[in-house]
């Protein structure tokens, strides 16, 4: 437990660099990242769920790839070398994924914080 330790009214709390310039921020807290979230330019709808995508990503010419890693929810496009993989699990979507999206998919797609 290394870091900067604080004793205030009695109380004992450690203080985080950096803490200091966002107190007086609504609900921000620099002990945790900002979430992003994926967003389709066209309509501005913002990609809640693998079905969404899915049924954008078809749109755009992408299709399911079921050869690679069973672990994975894969789209290829056959026009392209270019392979999606993501999660199984839409909970682990994290904005890595998200960029991945957005660089081959450029203009269609959009990162941004929630």
Do not use: C
């Not at 392979?83 to 199984?88: A, E, N, Y």
Request: glycine share 8%.
């Amino acid at each position: 437990m290394s870091g900067v330790w604080e004793f205030k009214s009695g109380v004992m709390k450690q203080k985080n660099p950096g803490t200091e310039q966002n107190e007086g921020r609504q609900g921000e807290s620099s002990s945790q990242p900002r979430r992003k979230e994926l967003v389709h330019l066209p309509t501005g709808e913002v990609v809640s769920s693998y079905t969404l995508l899915e049924r954008i990503l078809k749109s755009l010419g992408w299709e399911r790839y079921y050869e690679g890693d069973p672990g994975f929810y894969q789209f290829h496009k056959s026009s392209s070398i270019d392979l999606i993989s993501l999660p199984w699990d839409f909970s682990k979507f994290n904005s890595t994924h998200m960029y991945d999206i957005v660089v081959k998919n450029p203009n269609i797609f959009h990162v941004r914080d929630a």
